[in-house]
């Protein structure tokens, strides 16, 4: 599985930002999805999760009631909608991929992951 992210950019605090990850590859349905983010200077911190149908879901505590993952597996995509963003949002976003169909929390129970797309809240 191949990851695309894109959606990333800069937004002033309280805005709104729409990341997709486009996957390669026909078994898309198969996998867990997650979103991870990186701020400079910090460990890789999960954000999101999806099951592979879409009906489960998790999310970090900082983003919690702000940030909402979704998928179309139609269209191979998973995408994470960001409202009410803060400065502290800042970071590389990376969507990530998993051979099991359910959602996970944690950073090594992916197996691929896209190339990242920045996002910066000026504040």
């Known amino acids: 599985v191949q990851l695309q992210a894109s959606g990333g950019g800069l937004v002033q605090a309280g805005g709104s930002l729409r990341l997709s990850c486009a996957a390669s590859g026909r078994t898309f349905s198969r996998y867990g999805m997650g979103w991870f983010r990186q701020a400079p200077g910090k460990e890789r911190e999960f954000a999101a999760t999806?099951?592979?149908?879409?009906?489960?879901?998790r999310y970090g505590d900082p983003v919690k009631g702000r940030f909402t993952i979704s998928r179309d597996n139609a269209e191979n995509t998973v995408y994470l909608q960001m409202n009410s963003l803060k400065p502290e949002d800042t970071a590389v976003y990376y969507c990530?991929?998993?051979?099991?169909?359910?959602?996970?929390?944690?950073?090594?129970?992916?197996?691929?992951w896209g190339q990242g797309t920045q996002v910066t809240v000026s504040s």
């Open positions: 999806i099951n592979w149908s879409g009906d489960s879901t």
């Open positions: 990530a991929a998993r051979s099991g169909s359910s959602y996970y929390t944690l950073a090594r129970g992916y197996n691929y």
